[in-house]
Nanobody
């Protein structure tokens, strides 16, 4: 599997925006479903968004629908997560991962990156 490196996290005020990036090195990620997950302190890792490899179909958790946008640039082996109208409940470590199938399940994904911290202050 490709090695994944997330970046773009930081501290932002409620209502603000951030753009996360996930760059893949090694084996290309262009053939895989790419997903974003997040894990808040004391909580389980949860699905945020996913995008298919060639048709670019997108899937979102209800909690982020209309605020977050997932996209990918296969030529750059990179997937993005544009996060707008951020809320304190969005505070978490954000991870990207790959999957051979379209799924919202944690168990369908692998090749996890190290994560990037997003903190939203009220």
């Amino acid at each position: 599997q490709a090695q994944l490196v997330e970046s773009g996290g930081g501290l932002v005020q409620a209502g603000g925006s951030l753009r996360l990036s996930c760059a893949a090195s090694g084996r290309t990620s262009s053939n895989y479903v790419m997903g974003w997950f997040r894990q808040a302190p004391g909580k389980e890792r949860e699905f945020v968004a996913a995008i298919t490899p060639s048709t670019y179909l997108t899937y979102y958790a209800d909690s982020v629908k209309g605020r977050f946008t997932i996209s990918r640039d296969n030529a750059k082996n990179t997937v993005y997560l544009q996060m707008n109208s951020l809320m304190p409940d969005d505070t978490a470590v954000y991870y990207c991962a790959t999957s051979a199938v379209v799924s919202r399940s944690l168990r369908a994904f692998g090749g996890w990156g190290q994560g990037t911290q997003v903190t939203v202050s009220s």
